[in-house]
């Protein structure tokens, strides 16, 4: 049981991340091709995962007892293009085992 939550927390930093890779795609359709909805939708996902993926951090964090530069690296992680899935290998991984 102590791993659900930091399966959890991966699982919706993997989605956090596609979501945030999906702007690539909506992001030319909205201002390019003049079609916003998709971005809308896209945006409105994104921004559910993000704050999901903030609590589930807050938790995760007290839970495996992270320090601050952990969890700074974390934060800053959902913040960049990729950043979830490369922290995913460096710091939610080795915190499994």
């Given at each position: 049981?102590?791993?659900?939550?930091?399966?959890?927390?991966?699982?919706?930093?993997?989605?956090?991340?596609?979501?945030?890779?999906?702007?690539?795609?909506?992001?030319?359709?909205?201002?390019?091709?003049?079609?916003?909805?998709?971005?809308?939708?896209v945006g409105m996902i994104h921004g559910?995962?993000?704050?999901?993926?903030?609590?589930?951090?807050?938790?995760?964090?007290?839970?495996?007892?992270?320090?601050?530069?952990?969890?700074?690296?974390?934060?800053?992680?959902?913040?960049?293009?990729?950043g979830t899935f490369i922290a995913d290998?460096?710091?939610?991984?080795?915190?499994?085992?």
């Open positions: 049981m102590e791993g659900n939550a930091l399966s959890r927390f991966r699982l919706v930093a993997f989605m956090e991340g596609c979501s945030f890779l999906l702007f690539a795609i909506t992001m030319p359709l909205k201002y390019v091709m003049g079609y916003p909805k998709p971005n809308y939708v559910v995962l993000f704050m999901l993926y903030i609590i589930l951090l807050i938790q995760v964090s007290v839970r495996y007892k992270w320090n601050f530069k952990k969890m700074f690296l974390a934060f800053l992680a959902s913040l960049l293009p990729f290998k460096y710091l939610f991984r080795p915190a499994i085992r």
